[in-house]
């Protein structure tokens, strides 16, 4: 009789906790969701390739390669967070418009480029060319960079102003002030046929005149920037970069 009452008192208590497959799993993880392979992953974005057309500015004579200045702009958006390819660069020291045309030809970049740069005119000045040739000459290589840019878009065109050779020891060799009048005129045509165009100007010029005071701008060879001074044109170059990646029409934030 005592070993029967105390099995039943053993069967009512499990029948009151009731059995393991009956209770609710609260704690249990929610399943896994795996993708259905039919179903359409996003695509991870792309990183922004850029194109950078020139002469010797461009192609940086007398820095290391990586104080060139657009391979400074690539790394900037990279810190900025923007998955951004080494720049293709065609350019050449000595290079005048026409010169950088068949340069272009030769090297047959294949677009679309996010990021397409426009540095020229120096040498048209230098070996006094005409300002006539140079608009039509450089409204052509506009159209060329607009071209190579994705959707055709201008407003992903960043075009430089000439800097003042004049202002660097190698000027005072010549008259610094003659060739600074002739930079200002042939800058003036590139800013009226860029704005025309709807592409984006940076004005570069006033920084490479500041080497008179500031020589560390300089590069060792007395004619060129210094990687400090390409620094400079890339603290201009950078938000008119991220505007034009971001969709951002020419002059919306002037």
Request: charged share 25%; net charge neutral.
């Amino acid at each position: 009789m005592r070993m029967r009452r105390g099995g039943a008192f053993l069967l009512m208590l499990l029948a009151g906790c009731g059995s393991p497959l009956e209770r609710p799993l609260e704690s249990a993880p929610p399943a896994p969701q795996i993708p259905h392979p039919d179903r359409a992953q996003p695509a991870p974005a792309a990183p922004v390739r850029i194109l950078a057309l020139g002469d010797s500015y461009t192609i940086g004579e007398s820095v290391a390669e990586s104080e060139r200045w657009p391979v400074q702009l690539a790394a900037q958006l990279r810190e900025a967070g923007i998955m951004t390819e080494t720049p293709e660069i065609i350019a050449r020291t000595g290079w005048t418009t026409d010169e950088l045309n068949a340069g272009i030809d030769r090297a047959r970049p294949q677009g679309p480029y996010e990021i397409v740069t426009l540095l020229i005119g120096v040498n048209n000045q230098f070996r006094g060319r005409s300002e006539a040739e140079f608009r039509t000459q450089f409204r052509a290589l506009l159209a060329r960079a607009i071209e190579f840019s994705r959707g055709h878009e201008a407003s992903r065109v960043l075009v430089l102003s000439i800097p003042d050779w004049g202002a660097m020891p190698f000027g005072a060799r010549y008259d610094p002030a003659k060739v600074s009048r002739e930079i200002d005129r042939f800058n003036a045509i590139k800013k009226e046929e860029t704005d025309q165009a709807g592409a984006r100007w940076i004005e570069i010029t006033a920084l490479s005149r500041e080497v008179r005071s500031k020589p560390e701008l300089g590069a060792n060879d007395g004619l060129h920037p210094s990687g400090a001074q390409y620094t400079a044109w890339v603290e201009r170059a950078l938000p008119a970069a991220r505007e034009a990646l971001a969709g951002t029409p020419t002059g919306a934030s002037k």
